[in-house]
């Protein structure tokens, strides 16, 4: 008997894997590809150009306030009222707003220019707000709204330099402030808000918590791009006046993050909560289990962390989340409104597992850890009783740190666990989930075990005919689409780009646009469709910086499908709200993908990926 992997077979949809540089990786038994090794460009190499990628302070995008003069119109000119003369503090006052009002306003965004495209926008352009620096955010009397207004106060601190108290929207106030108000207005939905903005101020009002913070990610969006500089910036901070009304088209918008081809610690994932909080968006799957590492710790079966979780692609160290770690991540996840997914992939991509504890394998051999990337050779013991504990105790523990409903269950690519041996044991898995309370998720592949309750499938094809999919809606199933010809965020943008794989094709910005969750799939209702999910498979990711490049500009593509009612749907209009934010992400030191199809402002070409700006932090 082998301890050493066998070659996968390869799946008739998904060519081999490609590295890094684009060339074949090795296939068969315990090779060892490493991402990136067979290419010049390794990751964090300051002297490697990469095509397109645009990184902070690279000085590919114009940053207002660089020194960038800009006239400022006659009627914003300071107006010193004459009578408000005397006292040093009336003195200081009126320097202070002409100060202001001579401060450099770059465009004003437009009320419409917000990703993912609100519902409703009315604009008015006569009741532009200006936010100045005796400004106070009021906020109903509510906990979970108090902590709105703290982050949102938090965001526009460090640029506008303004304190921005936060206090209890029943106290009396001066007005000229932003508002944020649970109305109880249930029409809205869990987690629509409106906003308007008057020259008095701005006013979000939402039936829930979730909703003001979604309205808040507009308001950012609706400030100069300078608002997400980390340091103060003399600007004037302008808010386009007029209402917006707003509601997501589905209930589950979501990006997956492979943490175990390559581990990413906690520091990195909540950054990633924050560029899904950006784009409103719901769900973050966290893809916690496969061959090449297990990333979570679980008390009842400790080795599959300390064990399978010590190494990853191409040899490094890999880690794992304590329970401490990943509650922390729920935790910071959940105040942005995001709900965390945890998935155990099973029976396959569980070599990591077997590394820890022979007994589930088929042979009773706990094999030596594998840091390639070939896929489908693993698999835990569908004919042993000893498997089911181990999924019962894994599964119980994961429950319980997990507050969400969802479970992800993998069933993805177990090509080893053929035909009944599969289906029984993915119904028997099902079962474990429905006794842990929790809803089960699992990859199509799952599609053909009987129904439960809830069931929720995950499609990755490439293709929109799936009559097994079909089938397994008809019987109940909902789906999460995650088609991989335009959701994976894993596939190259172009043939030069330096990162990921193309067995589904190039996955360019118009790509991850340019197709509809309703209509996708052949033979599946539109109601069957909970949503979307864009996954980030990390065989050739190893940094956070990389990450970045691979979710920008696409993640808001995706997030536009999953949040903006479908008439919305326009790739010129969505092509030139985008270019607005390549400064944000500059400005904010999100790494980010200059393709050429969207006129970024500043100059295009390839700018070094420097080291500094990437990090996978494991200490946190
Ligand atoms: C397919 S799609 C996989 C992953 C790989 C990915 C690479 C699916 C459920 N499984 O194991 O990481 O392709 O693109």
Redesign the pocket.
Known sequence: MSATPTAAPEPAD?PR?LLADGSAAPSGPGTTAQPGAGSAAQPGDATTARPGVAVPGDGSAAVPGDGAAVAVPAARQPQVDPAASGTAGELAGVAQRAAEALLTPTAPARLGDVVPAPERVTPDPAADFTLTPDAVIRVSADPAALAVGERLAALLRPATGHPLPVTDATAPQPAGGIALVLDGDAGLGPEGYRLSVTPHGVRITADTATGLHHGVQTLRQLLPATVESPTPVRQRWVLPGGEILDRPRYAYRSAML?VS?HFFGVADVLRVVDHLARYKLNHLHL?LT?DQGWRIAVDSWPRLATVGGATQVGGGPGGHYTKGDYRRIVAYAAERGITVVPEI?LPG?THAALTAYGELSPDRIAPPPYTG?E?GFSYVDPASGRTYEFVADVLGEIAALTPGRFLHI?G??AFKVKGAAYTGFVERVQRIVAGVGRTVVG?H?IAPAAHVDGRVL?W?GTDGDDAVTAEAVRRGARLIL?P?NHA?L??KYAPDTPIG?D??GLVDVRRAYDWDPATHLNGVPAEAVLGVEA?L???SVTTLTEAEFMLFPRLPAIAELGWSARATHDWAGFRQRLAGHGERWSTAGIAYHRCPTVPWPGPCGRVPLPRSAGSTDRSA
């Open positions: 998904r894997d492979d081809r893809h496969d992939d991509h990337t896929v993998g993805d690519e990859w592949q995950q990755w995650s991989a994976y894993d596939m794989h067995w589904a996954p498979w990390t065989e």
